[in-house]
């Protein structure tokens, strides 16, 4: 893998080192989180659900009042490019666009920004075997609360506290991801991820309005569960929901389907991948095979 500061990255429209990549201190980004970001994923070179993620990042502009500076085509070129360059197959890209300069102190963004955008890309760093294998531990967040009626959980933006102090809370107490609830204490989603438990042959997840991210796997997965006839229930709950679960799961662009094997230190189910996760991880699979052409190894077998 190349170090860091020598991949190539997409730069205000031109290719170069990370190195010689070089952002102002005014940029609001920096200043304020003033942006918005996207997280794509490829296999064997293809961008998987490039289409959806685009959408994503549409509305994520929208709804913090930015006019995207590329068209969407333009933007699925340069992130082909990207991995060109880098000579990437299995990756994650991420683009990135800030309201450009401003003025320390002046929050009002200017009415006519020239945006800062630039892309990396990384090989891809899935979850290791044995956390594929045995499933990941989480924990419900208990010091910080998403509030439905605030930032909109539903976009991507660059401002990440609330995630960043949820995942050190995790982190702190041994947990792969800490799973937020909303001003109301329902379960919503985890740092960077979206949750679904099974129980008694029903799948769950929360709705959008609970206060989540539209994740693209999420989706992917609810497609999965259509193919194989699992009845699906878009719900949330108080925590004891997860707690009672015969399985509870994470998706993520990167994780893809993520069995969890505890919550707040309660085994979940058996405390191993249960027979609905594992049918859906399959199900999952055979999408991104079809959509990409590509061959995947078993999950717990790809690293
Ligand atoms: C808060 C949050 N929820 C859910 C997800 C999962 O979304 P996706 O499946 O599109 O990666 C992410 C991804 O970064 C996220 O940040």
């Known amino acids: 893998m190349r170090p860091l500061d020598r991949q190539i990255v997409y730069f205000n429209g031109r290719f170069l080192p990370a190195g010689r990549a070089c952002l102002s201190i005014f940029d609001r980004g920096i200043l304020y989180g003033d942006g918005i970001f996207e997280t794509f994923r490829s296999y064997g070179g293809k961008l998987f659900r490039v289409r959806d993620h685009l959408g994503r990042l549409a509305s994520s502009a929208k709804a913090v009042g930015m006019a995207l500076p590329l068209p969407a085509e333009r933007l699925h070129a340069i992130l082909s490019e990207c991995l060109r360059r880098n000579q990437l197959r299995d990756a994650t890209l991420r683009l990135t666009i800030t309201r450009g300069s401003g003025t320390p102190g002046d929050l009002a963004p200017r009415t006519d920004p020239a945006h800062t955008v630039f892309i990396t890309a990384k090989p891809i760093s899935p979850p290791g075997p044995s956390q594929v294998r045995q499933g990941v531990a989480a924990v419900i967040i208990r010091r910080f609360r998403t509030d439905r009626q605030g930032v909109p959980p539903r976009s991507k933006t660059t401002s990440r ?19 937020l609830l909303n001003d109301k204490g329902e379960i919503t989603e985890g740092t960077t991820t979206n ?3 099974v129980r008694k042959g029903m799948l769950y997840t929360p709705p959008f309005r609970a206060g989540i991210l539209p994740g693209i796997t999420r989706a992917v997965t609810l497609e999965a569960a259509r193919r194989i006839g699992l009845p699906v229930r878009l719900e949330t709950g108080r925590p004891a929901r997860l707690y009672r679960a015969d399985e509870v ?16 230190g ?19 699979r055979q999408i991104v095979e079809t959509e990409t052409h590509s061959k995947l190894a078993p999950p717990e077998k790809r690293r």
């Open 161 to 179: 506290l609330l995630g960043i102090l949820a995942r050190r809370e995790a982190k702190d107490a041994g947990a792969f991801e800490g799973i």
């Open 195 to 197: 949750i679904f438990w």
């Open 249 to 264: 799961f994470l998706t993520g662009t990167s994780i893809e389907v993520l069995s969890v094997s505890g919550v707040d």
């Open 266 to 284: 309660r085994r979940i189910g058996t405390g191993r991948p249960g027979p609905v996760t594992r049918r859906l991880q399959e199900a999952f």
